[in-house]
């Protein structure tokens, strides 16, 4: 089936509204001003999300342990506390009933890199559950995004390429761009787009990327699948 973004951002969100504002001991007033915060954080930090590109900042700070790619922020990310989380292009929303200074404090400690500029604060406004306490983490680019909002092609084009060669050493395999494109376009997605890249960004990508697996830098291409 193609990928069609429109339909895929109103998914996403109806899913993100029902998660965070069905009556949870919330009042009506309480459901009213969640829904205008939710599309408020559409407009300022693009559409919810089912996950991350492997490269994205808000997915590579923390330490790395492994080379696994990461495409949800959580402890492995150096990310404390999280709970009931909601994931949006730049910006997470997370509602823990308990500890927000854990993770006001864990990304504190990460180090981004230096074109984005990430915030963290705690919300008055009640999401979830009138006892959580929601807090809004935000990856602001430093580069300008493109005219539709999505990221900036010198940007994700840079970072995948710094991410995919953080592991070529102990490479075994390269995989393909079908196999790997999930993980480098974010969730949704569709053959060289997603709500992170557009069209134009995910052709570059895809182009830089098969260079680097032709020219065998992860070793032989992996085709047993």
């Given at each position: ?28 007033e309480?459901?009213k ?6 599309e408020e954080?559409?407009r300022r930090?693009?559409?919810v999300?089912d ?5 994205h ?10 080379s696994?790619?990461?495409?949800r922020?959580d ?18 929303l997370t509602?823990?009933y ?6 006001l ?5 990460l180090?981004?890199?230096?074109c984005?500029?990430v ?5 008055d406004?009640?999401l ?10 935000t990856?602001?680019w ?7 909002g ?7 084009v ?12 102990r490479?075994?395999v390269?995989?393909?761009w ?10 949704p ?8 890249v557009?069209?134009?960004t ?6 830089v990327?098969?260079?680097l ?7 032989p291409?992996?085709v047993?699948?």
């Amino acid at each position: 089936m193609a990928f069609r973004a429109n339909e895929s951002e109103t998914e996403l969100f109806e899913r993100a509204e029902e998660f965070l504002l069905s009556p949870k001991n919330l009042s009506r007033e309480e459901i009213k001003a969640g829904r205008v915060l939710l599309e408020e954080l559409v407009r300022r930090w693009g559409p919810v999300v089912d996950s991350y590109p492997c490269w994205h900042p808000l997915v590579t700070a923390g330490e790395r342990l492994d080379s696994n790619p990461r495409t949800r922020p959580d402890d492995s990310c150096g990310y404390q506390g999280l709970d009931h989380t909601v994931y949006f292009r730049n910006a997470i929303l997370t509602c823990p009933y308990e500890g927000s200074d854990t993770v006001l404090e864990s990304v504190k400690k990460l180090e981004f890199p230096s074109c984005v500029s990430v915030k963290c604060e705690l919300l008055d406004v009640k999401l979830y559950h009138s006892s959580a306490l929601p807090i809004l983490i935000t990856c602001e680019w430093l580069l300008h995004p493109q005219s539709d909002g999505t990221i900036s092609q010198r940007a994700a084009v840079a970072l995948m390429v710094e991410e995919e060669l953080r592991g070529w050493k102990r490479a075994e395999v390269a995989e393909t761009w079908e196999t790997m494109r999930t993980y480098m376009l974010g969730r949704p997605c569709g053959k060289s787009s997603s709500l992170f890249v557009n069209q134009k960004t995910g052709q570059a990508m895809k182009s830089v990327y098969e260079a680097l697996i032709w020219a065998g830098a992860f070793g032989p291409i992996r085709v047993d699948f």
